[in-house]
């Protein structure tokens, strides 16, 4: 059973980490509208909430700390899987859409794939619903921590 300060904890990067006290840094450091014009005041609210957002993420983070290698999906992860209809593969993080690196996809362990891989081994299918309400059944083909993934993938680019 997973107790709810260890269901809190986020997987990041170093750099999404970094890049989120900067923007942190620059959403506290910007003063209020003091002007109660309904467009600032939303401005005010939406910028507040993205504050509470941030700070949630920073109190929760496990920066930089790779999951074990042992083949189980959980954030932190590059996971490849197979769309068994079609054959087609993926690979992608399991972690925090709009806060990781671009150079790879990334899929949040609570949207609809993220849910349904997320304790997987190589080998095991699951089924889950997409956006359009179509039944999806996929494969994880392997599940490799973030750095070693991005390491291997770094030493096959040419020198």
């Keep these: ?11 990041m990067t170093r ?18 509208s003091g002007v109660p014009d309904p467009t600032r005041t939303a401005e005010d609210r939406m910028r507040s909430n993205r504050i509470q957002r941030i700070e949630h993420l920073l109190a ?6 790779d999951p074990p290698d042992d083949g189980v999906a959980e954030p932190g992860m590059v ?7 079609t054959g087609d593969t993926e690979t992608f993080l399991l972690g925090i ?3 990781e690196p671009a150079e ?18 190589p ?9 359009t309400g179509k039944e999806l059944h996929v494969t994880l083909l ?11 993938a770094t030493s096959r680019l040419p020198a």
């Design 1 to 11: 059973m997973t107790s709810m300060a260890s269901a809190d904890r986020v997987w």
């Design 15 to 32: 750099r999404a980490y970094i890049r989120l006290q900067a923007e942190l840094a620059e959403l506290t450091a910007r003063p209020r």
């Design 60 to 65: 929760n983070a496990v920066v930089g700390e």
């Design 79 to 85: 996971l490849t899987i197979r769309y068994d209809d």
């Design 97 to 99: 859409r709009g806060i």
């Design 104 to 121: 790879i996809e990334v899929y949040s362990p609570r949207s609809p794939l993220g849910v349904a891989i997320l304790g997987a081994r």
């Design 123 to 131: 080998g095991d299918r699951r089924t889950y619903l997409a956006p």
């Design 142 to 152: 392997q599940a490799k921590p973030y750095g070693a993934a991005i390491d291997s």
